[in-house]
């Protein structure tokens, strides 16, 4: 059975940091390219970072210098260290797995909120 959780999400002040993962099962995740996206009220869901099988990064232009995605192969886990967070970063933030050679995203998770505010 495949499934992507994430976790880490929560209340951060502007200016902060939290630390997302999602933890991996079901399928070879070394062969899977993975992302974060995520989904503000009202808006489409938009790409936040990508990484490479081999961890090569990938990021929206709005979060670049801010955000570090990483992942460990290991563990079947997958990190969005998100520093210097703007209240426009509120939003549910998803994980998830494209196969090697396929255009679409094969998994996803169910998401965890993130709330910027003071």
């Known amino acids: 059975q495949v499934q992507l959780v994430e976790s880490g999400g929560g209340l951060a002040q502007p200016g902060g940091s939290l630390r997302l993962s999602c933890a991996a099962s079901g399928f070879t995740f070394e062969t899977y390219a993975m992302g974060w996206y995520r989904q503000a009220p009202g808006k489409q869901r938009e790409l936040v970072a990508t990484?490479?099988?081999?961890?090569?990064?990938n990021y929206a232009d709005f979060v670049k210098g801010r955000f570090t995605i990483s992942r460990d192969n290991a563990k079947n886990m997958m990190y969005l260290q998100m520093n210097s967070l703007k209240p426009e970063d509120t939003a549910l933030y998803y994980c998830?797995?494209?196969?090697?050679?396929?255009?679409?995203?094969?998994?996803w998770g169910q998401g965890t909120q993130v709330t910027v505010s003071s």
């Open positions: 990484i490479s099988t081999r961890g090569t990064p």
């Open positions: 998830g797995a494209r196969r090697l050679g396929v255009s679409t995203y094969s998994y």
